[in-house]
């Protein structure tokens, strides 16, 4: 079974009007050729409607950094998944570790998310990662584990995206090492509920970069990133896009 890579750009909330030439600057990058894999990117919700087609001309899918459950209704200041296919997205994050930490996001309400983006037609990265405790006090699998199975809709592997981010590698500049990044992915495969694991496609993020994409992207559970800070800047986005396998 042969996973197409994605690496996925999250911009968080960064961004404004003056950075949508960022899509100009990837395309010249690319321009000698392009990487092997799918790419997306995640801008603030504010940039999506401008990116749509410079995406389109370059290759690169849209997503939303969050959705709400609901498709519609009494909800100020949240988006749902069908406004963002609406707009032409393809897919959405979901349980971002800052969205759970920063707004109380339980893994049931992100389940519900997952299934809303499904419901819209649209690719949910479903985020699950550990905090530094519970590394330290060695309960990283079961925690993540246990986060996949109340996080991850009933769905076939093929139509979702998980994305492993340990809490303690985002923004940190400190990454998982290749090894325990990659046992942490093969844990998650053997943990899928399906029996179509083999075509679950497993990111992995917190302080990917260009130096340390290479490593991390060789190993055989790791399917591509989700990529912070580095995305901000399409020259390394794009030298990282390089290191797929
Ligand atoms: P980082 O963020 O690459 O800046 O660590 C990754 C993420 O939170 O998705």
């Given at each position: 079974?042969?996973?197409?890579?994605?690496?996925?750009?999250?911009?968080?909330?960064?961004?404004?009007?003056?950075?949508?030439?960022?899509?100009?600057?990837?395309?010249?990058?690319?321009?000698?050729?392009r990487p092997d894999c799918d790419l997306v990117l995640f801008p603030p919700a504010t940039l999506i409607g401008g990116l749509i087609e410079p995406g389109q001309a370059q290759g690169v899918s849209?997503?939303?950094?969050?959705?709400?459950?609901?498709?519609?209704?009494?909800?100020?200041?949240d988006i749902s998944a069908e406004m963002l296919a609406d707009l032409g997205c393809s897919h959405v994050i979901v349980g971002h570790s800052e969205r759970r930490a920063d707004h109380g996001e339980t893994d049931?309400?992100?389940?519900?998310?997952?299934?809303a983006a499904l419901r819209a037609g649209l690719t949910p990265i479903i985020c699950i990662g550990e905090t530094l405790d519970d590394r330290e006090a060695g309960r990283a699998e079961a925690v993540v584990t246990a986060q996949l199975q109340a996080s991850a809709p009933d769905a076939p592997a093929s139509l979702v995206v998980i994305a492993y981010e340990p809490i303690w590698a985002i923004g940190t500049g400190?990454?998982?090492?290749?090894?325990?990044?990659?046992?942490?992915?093969?844990?998650?495969?053997?943990?899928?509920?399906?029996?179509?694991?083999?075509?679950?496609r497993i990111l992995y993020g917190g302080s990917v970069k260009p130096d340390n994409a290479k490593g991390l992207l060789s190993r055989p559970d790791i399917d591509g990133a989700l990529v912070g800070g580095a995305s901000l800047d399409a020259q390394s986005f794009a030298a990282i896009a390089r290191c797929v396998r």
């Amino acid at each position: 079974m042969t996973r197409r890579p994605l690496i996925a750009g999250n911009w968080k909330m960064n961004g404004l009007r003056s950075d949508l030439a960022w899509m100009d600057t990837l395309g010249a990058e690319l321009e000698g050729g392009r990487p092997d894999c799918d790419l997306v990117l995640f801008p603030p919700a504010t940039l999506i409607g401008g990116l749509i087609e410079p995406g389109q001309a370059q290759g690169v899918s849209i997503g939303g950094q969050d959705c709400a459950p609901a498709a519609s209704g009494a909800h100020t200041g949240d988006i749902s998944a069908e406004m963002l296919a609406d707009l032409g997205c393809s897919h959405v994050i979901v349980g971002h570790s800052e969205r759970r930490a920063d707004h109380g996001e339980t893994d049931a309400q992100v389940r519900a998310k997952a299934e809303a983006a499904l419901r819209a037609g649209l690719t949910p990265i479903i985020c699950i990662g550990e905090t530094l405790d519970d590394r330290e006090a060695g309960r990283a699998e079961a925690v993540v584990t246990a986060q996949l199975q109340a996080s991850a809709p009933d769905a076939p592997a093929s139509l979702v995206v998980i994305a492993y981010e340990p809490i303690w590698a985002i923004g940190t500049g400190r990454t998982a090492s290749d090894d325990d990044a990659q046992a942490m992915h093969a844990a998650i495969r053997a943990n899928w509920r399906g029996d179509d694991a083999q075509a679950l496609r497993i990111l992995y993020g917190g302080s990917v970069k260009p130096d340390n994409a290479k490593g991390l992207l060789s190993r055989p559970d790791i399917d591509g990133a989700l990529v912070g800070g580095a995305s901000l800047d399409a020259q390394s986005f794009a030298a990282i896009a390089r290191c797929v396998r």
